[in-house]
T-cell receptor, first 114, second 114 residues
Framework: DVKVTQSSRYLVKRTGEKVFLECVQD?????MFWYRQDPGLGLRLIYF???????EKGDIPEGYSVSREKKERFSLILESASTNQTSMYLC?????????????FGEGSRLTVL | QKEVEQDPGPLSVPEGAIVSLNCTYS??????FMWYRQYSRKGPELLMY????GNKEDGRFTAQVDKSSKYISLFIRDSQPSDSATYLC??????????????FGTGTRLKVLA
């Protein structure tokens, strides 16, 4: 059974803290994505990676960075968390050249910044 | 203007009804069109994808694309309470790195009443 695992389902952090969200996939997928999901705004792409150590900015990269040191792992970093980063964060992966649009999602990490 | 527009609902229908969910988009470069289903507290999962204008059927689900009008639809026949979920349309956009990234609508929350 294919799987994308996000390390934390629920996190509560303070403003200014550094936050790491980890995502691991076991499908040997080349592409990995970080989205945030907010009511009324849907899923918005933060960053994606198409290979180890390669990354591209999505639509809302400000305030975030990412790291992909191994193929199976893609980390999202909030250098200094702010209250407007309170959200549901979803990690996804896909095969390189996948034209079916099949993204495999994790169950999400709900982050609250106080 | 958002690249993808989707009515957020909520949409409540009686069991057995035909449901119509719709999205419009502005970018004529979008190539592939997907529908995802997201149950509460879960990540989205791919329901259907289409490429060309026309209809595609899969059981009780029919996806329709009209590229000339930049309009896509998902029809659910004989709707069941188990269809209660949020339905998100998504479209693929080819990036300069040759990776497909996916632009999502806001999602329509559907409730099928028994």
């Amino acid at each position: 059974d294919v799987k994308v695992t996000q390390s934390s389902r629920y996190l509560v952090k303070r403003t200014g803290e550094k936050v790491f969200l980890e995502c691991v996939q076991d499908m040997d997928h080349e592409n990995m994505f970080w989205y945030r999901q907010d009511p009324g705004l849907g899923l918005r792409l933060i960053y994606f990676s198409y290979d180890v150590k390669m990354k591209e900015k999505g639509d809302i990269p400000e305030g975030y960075s990412v790291s992909r040191e191994k193929k199976e792992r893609f980390s999202l970093i909030l250098e200094s968390a702010s209250t407007n980063q309170t959200s549901m964060y979803l990690c996804a992966s896909s095969l390189a050249g996948s034209y079916t649009g099949e993204l495999f999602f994790g169950e999400g990490s709900r982050l609250t910044v106080l | 203007q958002k690249e993808v527009e989707q009515d957020p609902g909520p949409l409540s229908v009686p069991e057995g009804a035909i449901v119509s969910l719709n999205c419009t988009y502005s970018n004529s470069a979008f190539q592939y069109f997907m529908w995802y289903r997201q149950y509460s507290r879960k990540g989205p999962e791919l329901l259907m994808y289409t490429y060309s204008s026309g209809n595609k059927e899969d059981g009780r689900f029919t996806a329709q694309v009209d590229k000339s009008s930049k309009y896509i639809s998902l029809f659910i026949r004989d709707s069941q309470p188990s269809d209660s979920a949020t339905y998100l349309c998504a479209m693929s956009d080819l990036t300069t790195s040759g990776t497909y990234k996916y632009i999502f609508g806001t999602g329509t929350r559907l409730k099928v009443l028994a």
